[in-house]
């Protein structure tokens, strides 16, 4: 079954009891049983619900997997993972990473033993000088937040298997419209479902998807045990919005591209980061490993300072000053001082996330809106 049908179709069926052509909003906490134990496969739903099961069901089509858990935020599901580690577990991750994972890693796992490695990772062979037998994790983000880095999931899931260690790649940047990690050797799938998936900025929520039962089953009793699960509500609106995934993905590629292109001769502009560029930093990896190169793009002010940066990012019409991304309205963010605001300053500046760099979420709007809202925002060239 091809992308786009399975997008419409996969992991739903007509409503038996009525034929509804959607899957309903089973807006129940418990389950009628028969007799104890008897419960046909719900019981509560903080384990089980029929809405979230069919979105399950749906983005695991997506990725290529066998099972899906959808979680509360892409947090939630960043936290299972996490969960299946031991105090002196080592993980190796990226030196440009989302500032709430890299919160997360440091403010929270190292209280509890949990070692992390922060390295850059365009070079896939630098994994090998980290590992040691304690090292239990791999966690990989591509393309990067902030800075578009592209990391080469082939090469890296030869690696972990070599030293059987877990590969973990967040793949809410590219979508799995663009990108299919499992496909590429990683062991788990991570979504900010909030993101491109869901489309419509209207909910959060995250997802983990898999090919092993056992790691599934350990994963999910985390899921079930802690409760960091979506309600079904929630779950009707992503799996609506999954339904014109393969279309929005189309306009954010198409839109993306023509500002990415515009933004790299612009005389304000210093530094651009889009993959789509042969110039981009590991640009035939991500040409490999993507069928497209996104709608997200970061640059910086040439000679800006911090004052300067927040007018210009204070002054678009169209595009939105706001946390968040993927959704159809273009946003616009700061990240030094929005989504990468717990990263010390002298470990994003080593990566470039500056003061004067601005990341784009290009929507789906009229490309020339956006292009007459970006030169008036940059002063009119």
Known sequence: MKFATKAIHAGQEPDPSTGAVMTPIYQTSTYWQKSPGDNQGYEYSRGTNPTRKALENCLAALENARYGLAFSSGMGATDAVMKLLLPGDEVITGNDLYGGSYRMFTKIYNN???????????????????????????????????????????????????HDILLAVDNTFASPYLQNPLDLGADIAMHSVTKYIGGHSDVVMGALLMNNEELYKRLWFIYNATGATPGPMDSFLVLRGIKTLHLRMKAHCENGRVIAHYLKTHPKIDKIYWPGFEDHPNHAIAKKQMRDFGGMISFTLKGADLQETFRIA??????????????????????????????????????????????LSVGVEDVEDLLEDLKQALGGL
Do not use: C
């Open 112 to 162: 509890y033993g949990i070692i992390f490695h922060f390295l850059d990772l365009s070079d896939p062979e630098i994994i090998r000088k980290h590992i040691n037998e304690d090292t239990k994790l791999i966690w990989v983000e591509t393309p990067t937040n902030p800075t578009m880095q592209i990391v080469d999931i082939e090469a890296i899931a030869k690696i972990s298997k070599e």
């Open 314 to 359: 204070s002054s678009f019409k169209v595009f939105t000053l706001a946390e968040s991304l993927g959704g159809v309205e273009s946003l616009i963010n700061h990240p030094v001082s929005m989504t990468h605001g717990s990263i010390p300053k002298a470990e994003r500046e080593k990566v470039g996330v500056v003061d004067n760099l601005l990341r």
